[in-house]
């Protein structure tokens, strides 16, 4: 496939007024602009940047620029990945974090191997399955979300660490010191953050801990005002100091334990001092001729976005068009088949049998393609898990990143919900995620994503929850071709899935491809979620073959790389404006 790629030199442009436009442009060269006017030739209405010899696209402008400074300065991608995520624990605390956990792709350009990491986080050891049950057998509203026993071990520093133990190449003081800088001096609340606290006053109100740092007074700090988060610099030069040690046995872990302690909470010191950062194989698959590298078990995310492809490759999208009803339907019905398969088959690899090869092999597709008919909807009661292991034989935040020498890292990371548990481990200045929530509380009962989980996401000591958590590389010819990844809970896999169905099947270029509105289908409840912006001919299609379409909030914010023959071309989302791609 000969993809045309629009080069001029800004960012992904669906903005809300010029000054974003400003803030997103990245500083032009006289060879980029040739390159723009010699290959846009005035086709596309959004581009994306573009970059020679590296680029960076995180949600967090400010996390963005350290993590180009660090490839400028000679680190690999693997270094400005480290230095991104740091930063990003200071400057997008509502799921940038060293509280929670999350999953990276590293791909060697020197070996051509790409290795999953996988940075969790788990159980606790006194956690027990029923842990969020009254006496009657139902789920306590919130237990599991808002309190210091919804807190999993957190994971992130030991991801973190293992990479750059393995990849890294500048010294551990150019990493960390900018996000010591950034919580020290403080920055600027974005509009984007001050609405966030705003919504989130409730739960980050209840905490002295959690008020000190984002109130003034009884009111959260407003856009305009300066986040200065002084615990947490002391915690980010503990660990540059200190390594992981400091977070898992030393002053960082004395004083987590301390807060659980405190509340009830059920993380010890022996928790902590056991928790390991896990390398895994990653899922594999292929689409219309390019492969696809994302993340293994307990993500659900790689191994269903694989199925989904399989699904979809059975039809002719790009002859349907890009978001017409034809195409939504394929979409819809495909993403029912693999959520109801999620439901009963994902869980902790270390704890359960998952039938991977079945899941995401070319056979089991087919059989799942047949059974969708060209115009009839099939309700999601009438849709059951299917039979993967008969075709068995001998994978938030996001950021994209990659480097002059082609290495390359997808990573996405969480607290959860927004600020996780809302609870600041006191003296720390760390937010904890809520991550035991994405555990299955109850067989049938969904969680705060809606998903619904069984036995094989059942609550364990030291079991990671199920994530739909998806970075992802798509190779072309055996070297990366697009770095894609969103945060969005549930939505996760789908937002994922039409990025690189925008590229490959409708030759939209990144910006444009994410740009998309979006569509979503997780099986139960049973509706089509869409976002603003289907035509609506094409909604009332739908709604007379029989789904019921509901348009809520946008979904996902992918940050997404790709590479072009002469260099880089990368995309913020712009459904968070805070957000910035750069290349240089």
């Not at 980050?204 to 615990?231: C, H, M, Y």
């Not at 009830?264 to 902590?272: C, F, H, P, V």
């Not at 002059?404 to 607290?415: Q, R």
Request: charged share 20%; hydrophobic share 40%.
């Amino acid at each position: 496939m000969n993809i045309k790629y629009p080069f001029l030199v800004l960012a992904t442009l669906f903005c809300f007024s010029c000054h974003e436009v400003v803030a997103q442009t990245a500083s032009p060269t006289t060879a980029t602009i040739a390159a723009a006017a010699r290959y846009d030739q005035g086709k596309s209405i959004f581009h994306p940047v573009y970059g020679r010899h590296g680029m960076v696209a995180t949600e967090q402008g400010l996390a963005t620029e350290v993590g180009l400074n660090v490839l400028k300065k000679g680190g690999n991608a693997i270094d400005a990945a480290v230095a991104v995520a740091y930063s990003l624990a200071v400057v997008l605390p509502n799921a940038g974090n060293i509280g929670g956990g999350g999953f990276m792709l590293v791909y060697d350009a020197k070996s051509g191997k790409t290795t999953a990491i996988d940075f969790r986080e788990m159980a606790p050891i006194l956690a027990t399955k029923d842990m969020y049950l009254d006496e009657k057998g139902n789920v306590i509203d919130g237990k599991s979300m808002f309190t210091h026993f919804s807190v999993g071990v957190p994971g992130t520093v030991a991801g973190l660490e293992l990479a750059y133990e393995k990849w890294g190449t500048l010294p551990r003081e150019d990493l960390i010191t900018p996000a010591i800088e950034l919580a020290e001096n403080g920055f600027e609340i974005s509009q984007t953050l001050g609405r966030m606290l705003e919504t989130e006053r409730k739960n980050l109100g209840k905490w002295p801990s959690t008020k000190t740092i984002f109130f003034k007074g009884n009111e959260p700090l407003k856009a305009g005002d300066r986040l200065v988060q002084k615990d947490l610099a002391n915690a980010l030069k503990l660990i540059l100091k200190e390594g992981k040690y400091a977070f898992y046995e030393g002053e960082i872990a004395d004083k987590m334990v301390a807060e659980m302690k405190k509340h009830g909470g059920l993380i010890s010191k022996e928790d902590l001092k056991a928790y390991r950062a896990i390398e895994r194989e990653p899922v594999s698959g292929s689409y219309r001729g390019y492969e696809i590298v994302t993340m293994p078990a307990p993500s659900s995310g790689g191994i269903h976005l694989v199925q989904i492809l399989n699904i979809l490759e059975h039809f002719p999208l790009r002859e349907y068009g890009l978001n017409s009803a034809k195409t939504i339907h394929y979409y819809a019905e495909a993403m029912k088949l693999a959520y109801a398969d999620r439901s009963e088959f994902l869980g902790d690899p270390d704890f359960v049998s998952i039938p991977v090869k079945g899941l995401i092999s070319k056979e089991y597709a087919n059989v799942q393609a047949q059974s969708i008919d060209d115009i009839k909807v099939r309700p999601s009661l009438e849709i059951k898990p299917g039979q993967p292991q008969a075709y068995e034989s001998d994978q938030t935040t996001h950021f994209s990143i990659i480097d002059k020498d082609g290495n390359a890292v997808v990573l996405t990371y969480t607290l959860n919900l927004n600020f996780g548990s809302g609870i600041v481990a006191e003296g720390t200045g760390i937010l904890l995620n809520n991550e035991m929530d994405d555990f299955s509380s109850k067989p049938g009962v969904p969680n705060a994503f809606g998903l619904i989980g069984g036995e094989a996401n059942a609550i364990a000591p030291k079991k990671r929850p199920l994530s739909s958590m998806t970075p992802t590389i798509v190779m072309k010819d055996g070297k990366p071709f697009i770095l894609t990844g969103s945060p969005g809970g549930a939505r996760i896999i789908t937002t994922v899935l039409q990025s690189i169905v925008n590229i490959i099947d409708f030759e939209l270029n990144p910006a444009q491809a994410i740009l998309t509105p979006r569509v979503h289908h997780q099986w139960l409840p049973d509706e089509i979620r869409i976002e603003k912006g289907i035509s609506p001919d094409t909604i009332d299609i739908l709604k007379r073959q029989g789904y019921k379409v509901s348009e809520k909030a946008t979904m996902g914010r992918v940050q997404i790389i790709q590479v072009g023959s002469d260099g880089y071309y990368g995309a913020s989302d712009t459904r968070n404006p805070d957000g910035k791609a750069l290349g240089y």
